[in-house]
């Protein structure tokens, strides 16, 4: 069995339990019959669209992770943070802006990015190195100037700034952390 049948295969009893999964699945029957066909660089192009629609999926469930906004203010929800993640080794993020008219702050999360498991490490030293670390919830967070930044699982970064981090702390604890551990597995 060839290694994009085997893909094909996978993708037939894998992907129908997703609802958005069909052109998915017909984006990847579509490279399997160019690749059949001979046309190995139609085949790559639509690989790489299909694993751009599996990656917005991916994205879209992440942005479930950001909090409402609590009363009085309002939420922008934004998934454009994974375009530009593509040239620091790709991933998923999303974000989210928070004002009351007054004050605003963003709450970004990434997953599966390499810059990310390169500052899990650091983070897990942050203390030694003198950086103030506050926990919230579960999980530690680094507060570097009223910026805060916390990973979980060693490959998901959420970073919260622009306001005072008590305003801040009380939004990233309603962040179910648990539940970002299993994102994307």
């Known amino acids: 069995m060839t290694h994009f049948a085997k893909l094909a295969l996978v993708t037939a009893l894998v992907l129908p339990t997703f609802a958005v999964a069909d052109e998915v699945s017909d984006t990847l029957k579509s490279a399997l019959t160019a690749y ?12 790489e669209y299909a694993k751009q629609l599996m990656q917005s999926m991916k994205t879209a469930n992440l942005a479930k992770f ?10 922008e929800v934004s998934t ?5 993640m593509a040239m620091f080794g790709g ?12 004050e605003e ?25 003198g ?3 506050e926990r919230i919830g579960r999980l530690k967070y680094l507060n570097q100037d009223g910026e805060l930044s ?24 309603e962040i179910d952390h648990r539940g970002l551990e299993d994102f994307g597995r």
């Open 80 to 84: 454009e943070v994974s375009a530009g």
């Open 105 to 129: 702050f963003s709450i970004t999360i990434m997953a599966d990015n390499p810059m990310v498991g390169a500052l899990s490490g650091m983070m897990a030293n942050a203390g030694l190195m």
């Open 36 to 47: 059949e066909e001979g046309d190995v660089q139609y085949a790559l192009e639509e690989l």
């Open 131 to 133: 950086m103030k670390l």
């Open 150 to 173: 916390g990973i979980v699982d060693g490959r998901i970064l959420i970073q919260a700034s622009g306001a005072d981090p008590e305003v801040m702390k009380s939004l990233l604890s």
């Open 91 to 102: 991933g998923a993020g999303a974000e989210a802006t928070y004002s009351d008219g007054n």
């Open 66 to 75: 950001l909090p409402e906004a609590p009363d009085g203010w309002t939420r």
